[in-house]
């Protein structure tokens, strides 16, 4: 059975930056798209990130272009996604999800738990 | 990008019910549309892809149809571990989008 545990997330000022991580097992991590997807408190679901099987290909929603970078290390079956100039509308519980089809763009069938991010002076 | 529109916002059923929930897309989507159960304290589950695929282990009291832009969820009868939110998303174009929720809540 897939799983995913994410780690990393924290309180942290306006302007600063955080790394978050997703630790993969259960399943063979280099041959699945993987995502980032984020949930403010009480609201609903926002796509973030997504990355290739090899990290060839990256798609971002257009509120973190230029500010988060998402990557993998696939020898360590490990989603990365490193998070600067974060803002106080960055505020999220951050879940890793596995892409479901082979192809993209694609939905999601296994998900983490969640790490939260909280973006307060 | 294309906006997902949910309805309705809340849905008050009785166990044993059926339970009929919308998503609407600004533009077609082709049958490129998942739906998700979340509980609170607890990720999204994929419940149906592309349209009107059952995702693995899903009980087939949950159906899936519609394309283009006009999509159903159907709980042909709630039990009391249905009542959740319920997302839909689409897969068609960059970026991935969400809708905003339909809350099943018992009555």
């Known amino acids: 059975e897939a799983q995913l545990v994410e780690s990393g997330g924290d309180l942290v000022q306006p302007g600063g930056s955080l790394r978050l991580s997703c630790v993969a097992s259960?399943?063979?991590?280099?041959?699945?798209?993987m995502s980032w997807v984020r949930q403010a408190p009480g609201k609903g679901l926002e796509w973030v990130a997504n990355?290739?099987?090899?990290?060839?290909?990256?798609y971002y929603v257009d509120s973190v272009k230029g500010r988060f970078t998402v990557s993998r290390d696939n020898a360590k079956n490990s989603l990365y996604l490193q998070m600067n100039s974060l803002r106080a509308e960055d505020t999220a519980v951050y879940f890793c999800?596995?892409?479901?089809?082979?192809?993209?763009?694609?939905?999601?069938?296994?998900w983490g738990q969640g790490t939260l991010v909280t973006v307060s002076s | 990008e294309i906006v997902l529109t949910q309805s309705p916002a809340t849905l008050s059923l009785s166990p044993g019910e059926r339970a009929t929930l919308s998503c609407r897309a600004s533009q077609s989507v082709s049958s490129y549309l998942a739906w998700y159960q979340q509980k609170p304290g607890q990720p999204p589950r994929l419940l149906i892809y592309d349209a009107s695929n059952r995702a693995t282990g899903i009980p087939a009291r949950f159906s899936g149809g519609g394309s283009g832009t006009d999509f159903t969820l159907t709980i042909s009868s709630l039990q009391t571990e249905d009542f959740a939110v319920y997302y839909c998303?689409?897969?068609?174009?960059?970026?991935?989008?969400f809708g905003g929720g339909t809350k099943v809540e018992i009555k």
């Open positions: 259960g399943f063979t991590f280099n041959t699945f798209w």
């Open positions: 999800a596995r892409g479901f089809l082979e192809s993209a763009p694609n939905c999601f069938d296994s």
């Open positions: 990355i290739k099987r090899d990290g060839s290909e990256k």
């Open positions: 998303q689409q897969r068609s174009k960059w970026p991935l989008t």
